[in-house]
Nanobody, 123 residues
Framework: QVQLVESGGGLVQAGGSLRLSCAAS????????MGWFRQAPGKEREFVAT????????YYADSVKGRFTISRDNPKNTLYLQMNSLKPEDTAVYYC????????????????WGQGTQVTVSS
């Protein structure tokens, strides 16, 4: 069973930065693409970024392109999301998830999810 645990969320002022981490259990982390999603209150969960199994390819939502960077450290079984120039509209619960296919942006394409970490950006 795969377990994903996010950390690193918190309260930050607009323009600030945060780095989220997602620790994965098991020995299969390096075999799968991973992604980050977020869900704001009253809104649907939305795609943020995805990364291929070896980190060689990444893809971002337009809303975060140029501000967020997804990366992974396979020996450490850890996925990261570096978030810079944060805006109040980035406020949401952020989730990491695993997918069998790189490039997926749909929630239904991801079959393992973490519990989420809250990010709040004040204006």
């Amino acid at each position: 069973q795969v377990q994903l645990v996010e950390s690193g969320g918190g309260l930050v002022q607009a323009g600030g930065s945060l780095r989220l981490s997602c620790a994965a259990s098991g020995r299969t982390f390096s075999s799968y693409p991973m992604g980050w999603f977020r869900q704001a209150p009253g809104k649907e969960r939305e795609f943020v970024a995805t990364i291929s199994w070896n980190g060689g390819s990444t893809y971002y939502a337009d809303s975060v392109k140029g501000r967020f960077t997804i990366s992974r450290d396979n020996p450490k079984n850890t996925l990261y999301l570096q978030m810079n120039s944060l805006k109040p509209e980035d406020t949401a619960v952020y989730y990491c998830a695993r997918t069998p296919r790189y490039g997926s942006t749909s929630v239904t394409s991801y079959n393992f999810w973490g519990q989420g970490t809250q990010v709040t950006v004040s204006s």
